[in-house]
């Protein structure tokens, strides 16, 4: 099938509340633009260059998300332009992504990542790390930061039910967040779900999904789609 028909058929089965970011790291702008003409406006990027390159050379109504881990100092590459930035998993980048912001008269909107699956990994805040920077003062004065939900990924694991138990957590936790009182900390997204599991995702509350081979092709399902796809 070719990538609007992969495109539509996804699209035609997510719940009208549900999000698609088209995962396109490593794809060739041809292909982007042929999602782009079937529809599609959100894309996600991992590396921060590549999606620059992109920016620089499509149609200005898309929204970049980026999707990778980040490096403080290319935070300043994608401020002028990236519309939602995922993997945030630390006070240290949210104060850099303020810094930017600020210098390009922006508020931008962020996810934090939570960290729920059992496989060993660097990435991602764990219960008291949320607790903690959500209560710190440093956290309230970064006016030109927006957390506006939370992002996670499940073990890579056959085990459906390992699987749902992770993703209920991360709905726990969004829900418990949710109903704090911070002024720049207003949660509406919950982005959780790539194309191997994006169906279980919706069921357990997600409503925002990250859809990359799924669309583009040129992966197994199996395989992990390295960052965030």
């Known amino acids: 099938m070719s990538i609007k028909e992969n495109l539509l058929k996804i699209k035609s089965s997510l719940p009208e509340n549900v999000t698609l970011v088209a995962v396109s790291k490593t794809k060739p702008v041809a292909d982007l633009m042929e999602a782009y ?25 898309i ?47 962020c996810l934090l990542q939570i960290h729920i699956a059992e496989e060993e990994t660097k990435f991602g ?14 956290f309230k004065n970064l006016n030109n930061i927006k957390i506006i939900g939370l992002m996670g990924m499940a073990t890579f694991t056959e085990n459906q039910d390992q699987i749902r138990k992770e993703f209920e957590h991360l ?15 207003q949660l509406s997204i919950l982005s959780m779900g790539m194309s191997g599991d994006y169906p279980l995702a919706i069921l357990c509350g997600s409503t925002m999904v990250r859809i990359g081979s799924s669309i583009f092709g040129g992966r197994s399902p199996l395989t992990p789609e390295g960052g965030n796809s």
């Not at 935070?75 to 006070?91: A, Q």
């Not at 709905?171 to 900390?185: A, E, P």
């Open 125 to 138: 805040l764990n219960e008291e790390e949320l607790k903690d920077l959500l209560a710190s003062e440093t």
């Open 171 to 185: 709905k726990s936790i969004f829900d418990t967040i949710k109903s704090l009182s911070i002024v720049n900390c």
């Open 63 to 109: 929204q970049w998300q980026m999707i990778g881990h980040i490096q403080t100092n290319k935070v300043k590459f994608m401020t002028p332009y990236v519309s939602l930035i995922h993997g945030v998993d630390s006070l240290k980048l949210l104060e850099e992504i303020n810094k930017q912001a600020l210098k390009n008269n922006r508020i931008i909107d």
């Open 37 to 61: 003409n079937a529809g599609q406006r959100i894309f996600g990027e991992n590396k921060i260059q590549e999606m620059t390159e992109k920016w620089e050379q499509m149609p200005k109504d």
